[in-house]
């Protein structure tokens, strides 16, 4: 996450209730309905009070399957950028967003982008509700599990007290692949790990080395319930990497269709002078 910008921290209105309540019946219905997810763990999530629940993240639906799965609110980040879209539609993913649970936060500058974080999740704990995170800070670019950023989940977590529920989402990344614009029907799996209590870390939220603790303890139990490959980098520079790996593939595929059409070139010039009159062709 990154900017400075959250809106509506304080606000739980009898409308936002209710706009949450019919996207619950609508859209959570409808994906359970068409995808049937299997759940285990349901019993570790608490009944009524606060909760952190710090899930791997694969695919843009683990927002919607995870809430569609329990029968309370749960609170995600989202990019401020799907509540400010201009025009019908752009009114409409604000519409769907905020039912869905899910705030808002300006991504416009790192080191804000994390006090946001921190500070929204914070607020939705202290009124007792359900917090959702994802400690790798974006989508996985493989399927694999990538280290976690220590200053979202640890430090709302060491700040508020609340118990940190690992989740692990399975094959969600397999029903709308990038560039598929079709769902595939399948059956995604979530997996909820019991609570983890890390009050013996109280008022040591600006220790670095107590923040990696906590951070890397979540990030087992997550690999332990998904069962993904661990890579210890953050999945941001996995990114970077794939990226800059496809801008110099691209590159060598450039230069070598440019010497071939250069050859081509040459071979053509070298046979129009062979055919040309006084040359002895």
Known sequence: MSGDIVYGLSEDTGGTRLLYGAMKVTVGGTLKLAFRPWVEGLEHVPAEGPAILASNHLSFSDSFFLPAVLDRKVTFIAKAEYFTTPGVKGRMTAAFFKGAGQLPVDRSGARGAGEAAVRSGIEVLRRGELFGIYPEGTRSPDGRLYRGKPGGLARVAL???????????????????????????????????????????????????????????????????????????????????????????????????????????????????????????
Do not use: N
Request: proline fraction near 7%; charge should be positive; aromatic fraction near 4%.
């Open 159 to 281: 700040a508020t007290g609340a118990p940190v529920l690992p989740v692990a989402m399975i094959d969600t990344e397999k029903i709308q692949p990038p560039g598929k614009v079709v769902p595939k029907l399948m059956r995604p799996g979530i997996r909820i790990g019991r609570p983890l209590d890390f009050s013996r870390y109280q008022g040591m939220e600006h220790d670095r080395f107590v923040l990696r603790a906590v951070t890397d303890e979540v990030m087992y139990e997550i690999m332990r319930l998904s069962g993904q490959e661990y890579v210890d980098i953050y999945a941001t520079a996995a990114k970077r990497r794939l990226a800059d790996a496809a801008k110099a593939e691209k590159q060598a595929q450039a230069e070598k269709q440019a010497e071939a059409e250069k050859q081509a070139e040459a071979e053509k010039q070298s046979r129009a002078e062979k055919r040309a009159p006084g040359t002895g062709a």
